[in-house]
């Protein structure tokens, strides 16, 4: 029997649980239809999902259609928890895109749709609510093909059970070889369309009503004739997607297995043993001693996985793309604080893009968020799960920092007895890039396992910029060369050395203006009667945003507006937005990511960070004159140094200036 994994994603409101309610029902899993606004469906089974009529967490059921077998995974559709759904991604063999038929594509769909094409996860989209007064199936097929790819194809059957001639061509015209392999037979094998299908080139596109069921069986016929079973690795891997605990406090790490078997009792990680096998169906669980290739469980046993996690031969996952935007502060409301950090870590544990962290000489625990759903649905989670009545003081603006140059920065460790000088190329990268770290120094100037040192030494923590102390972002570093000593270098300082050295390239290139401070965008969509645009435009251009388009619905009464706006500005204009339209207007927005920020200035005023007086940040480097070690400040480094520089200021800036043409 053919088994795969697919897991169903959707902007809110879409229909997404009812989609996958109706796919248990049709396939017999569940005998009782339940609704997600009635909070009995078979997957929302959580008290919090059930109280807010949304789905929050992934979970998981088991269904059989004909001859496929399909592990189904429902994700959150709420962009607040955006990281639930990301990191299913990785597991999937297909996706199930939801789009409502009335609703258009909205911001969080386009982004879904990135994410999918970033994980290079197959596609069916199920566009809902056909039955809704002025669907157009057309229109809606012209709008996928415009907005999202034009491999979108209706996959509806003729009466004789074949597709469409339209079909056929408009997926032979997705690769020039088939085409002409199409253009001579007129026909396309139901292996070829698998095969476009899987390589992410077309995109079956099916209509119906999730509600009413309509169109549900021939969903299913089309999942069983057009996937292919994902190729299982001869030696065992799997990898992590979800870490929760059970009622009982049982830590359960979900798994796909990716190749070969897991067992029960195996040692998978270090010497940490699988001891329970569970493969869950909604809220319950069966136990099994085995779990092939192309399976999906939860594990017992483990105390430090993570989610994105590859175990055995398999690799960990991309780091995530989408991150929360803000940052909250905790009120214990007389709780003991330690108690709260001890709830707040196993959350963390479950959802490390929390990013909990703790501030002893503060005693203040932090927390980043994506949203105000989110922060109400953290603050109930501490109340039921661990009666801890708490609250959360109001959340600031995430900055991050980045440079528009490149630049060299040297960093030397040389207390009595140690011995460490880094030099390292920082370079701009593209927005969205993270960090990026290499080397080009060859092993005879710079041992392999002393650049080794480097490299991971730059990884292992968070490294600040030097403008206001924000998370540095969109670079590339690279070590260029670097010098120890067989007799004086010991574990620690190329770690000392190499952070020392970024710091002070940042406090150069800021010297220079090249340091600037971003901050989170929102992609926002504006839905307001005609006589309100005015009023709009006006708080869009007071908020620093911009409108990229206008355009009237159908009716003319309602114009929607679509543009950029920076978070720290229209995070609370929804309730304005409601206000002002009588209830009648909508916002939607989705973080666009990071761009330079609209108040700089301001922003760095008010943080009055002194980078060299960070001390857990040095920018300066230490070296050693008559048995005494001595620091150096960041600005009389380069005198000092023992290796020269290997860039000149012409060679920096020749590179900046290809950064700049290649961007």
């Not at 059930?50 to 399909?70: C, N, P």
């Not at 057009?226 to 001869?234: C, D």
């Not at 994506?370 to 039921?384: H, K, N, P, S, Y």
């Not at 309602?558 to 543009?563: F, I, P, R, S, Y």
Request: hydrophobic share 40%; with cysteine; glycine share 8%.
């Amino acid at each position: 029997m053919k088994h795969i994994v697919t897991g169903i994603v959707a902007h809110v409101d879409a229909g997404k649980t009812t989609l996958s309610e109706a796919l248990l029902y049709a396939t017999g899993t569940i005998r009782t239809w339940g609704r997600v606004d009635k909070g009995d469906a078979f997957l929302d089974n959580d008290a919090l999902e059930k109280k807010r009529g949304i789905t929050i967490f992934s979970h998981q059921a088991e269904l059989q259609a004909g001859d496929l077998a399909v592990t189904l995974l429902d994700t959150p559709g709420h962009v607040d928890f955006a990281a639930q759904m990301e990191a299913v991604l990785p597991v999937l063999d297909y996706a199930i895109l939801v789009v409502s038929a009335t609703d258009g594509v909205p911001g969080y769909t386009r982004t879904l749709w990135h994410l999918l094409a970033r994980y290079r996860v197959p596609v069916f989209i199920w566009v809902n609510k056909i039955d809704a007064p002025g669907a157009d199936p057309a229109a809606v097929l012209a709008l996928l093909q415009k907005t999202l790819a034009p491999g979108c194809t209706d996959f509806t059957l003729t009466d004789a059970g074949q597709l469409s001639e339209a079909a056929l061509e408009n997926a032979a015209v997705q690769d020039d070889t088939v085409l002409t392999d199409f253009l001579t037979a007129g026909t396309l094998s139901d292996t070829t369309v698998q095969r476009l299908i899987h390589n992410r080139q077309v995109f079956p596109v099916y209509f119906g009503s999730a509600l009413k069921r309509q169109g549900i069986t021939a969903f299913l016929t089309g999942l069983q004739r057009w996937t292919q079973p994902a190729q299982a690795a001869a030696d065992f891997g799997a990898r992590v997607f979800k870490i929760t605990h059970d009622t009982k406090g049982e830590r359960l790490t979900w798994v796909r297995v990716t190749g070969g078997t897991l067992q029960a009792r195996q040692v998978v990680l270090d010497d940490e043993k699988a001891n329970q096998l569970r493969v869950y169906n909604g809220e319950k669980f069966t136990l099994v001693q085995t779990v092939p290739a192309g399976g999906v469980c939860a594990m017992t046993g483990f105390t430090d996985t993570y989610p994105g996690q590859g175990l055995g031969a398999a690799q960990d996952s991309p780091q995530p793309e989408l991150q929360p935007v803000l940052t909250y502060a905790l009120d214990p409301q007389g709780n003991d604080i330690h108690a709260c950090l001890t709830a707040m870590r196993q959350l963390a544990d479950e959802d490390p893009q929390l990013h909990v962290s703790w501030s002893e000489s503060l005693q203040e625990i932090r927390v980043r968020l994506m949203g105000e759903i989110q922060l109400t649905v953290l603050r109930q989670m501490l109340a039921d799960r661990f009666n801890l009545q708490v609250d959360f003081v109001q959340g600031h603006i995430l900055y991050k920092e980045t440079i528009t140059a490149a630049g060299e920065g040297a960093g030397h460790f040389e207390p009595l007895r140690h011995y460490a000088e880094v030099h390292l190329l920082l370079r701009p990268g593209q927005p969205g890039s993270g960090l990026v770290y290499d080397s080009t120094t060859s092993t005879e100037t710079l041992p392999q396992n002393w650049q080794h040192q480097v490299l991971t030494s730059l990884q292992a923590k968070e490294q600040l910029g030097v403008l206001i102390g924000a998370p540095i972002t969109d670079m590339r570093i690279t070590l260029v060369t670097g010098r120890g000593s067989i007799v004086h270098t010991v574990g620690g300082d190329f770690r000392e050395a190499a952070w020392r050295a970024l710091r002070q390239g940042l406090m150069v290139l800021a010297s220079q203006n090249h340091c600037v401070v971003l901050e989170p965008w929102y992609a926002f969509r504006l839905t307001i009667t005609r006589d309100q645009v005015g009023r709009a435009m006006n708080d869009i251009q007071r908020m620093s945003g911009t409108i990229a388009e206008t355009e009237d619905t159908a009716g003319g009464t309602l114009t929607v507006l679509t543009g950029t706006a920076p978070v720290s500005e229209m995070q609370s204009y929804t309730q304005e937005v409601t206000t002002y339209t009588h209830g009648e207007g909508s916002l939607e927005y989705v973080v666009a990511g990071y761009r330079p920020a609209h108040n700089a200035d301001t922003v760095i005023a008010e943080a009055t960070y002194n980078p060299t007086s960070d001390l857990a940040n040095p920018p300066g480097s230490v070296f050693v004159a008559h048995g005494a070690a001595y620091t150096v400040n960041w600005d009389k480094v380069p005198a000092t140094m023992h290796l020269p520089y290997v860039y000149t200021p012409a060679q920096l800036a020749a590179i900046t200036d290809e950064k700049q043409h290649d961007t």
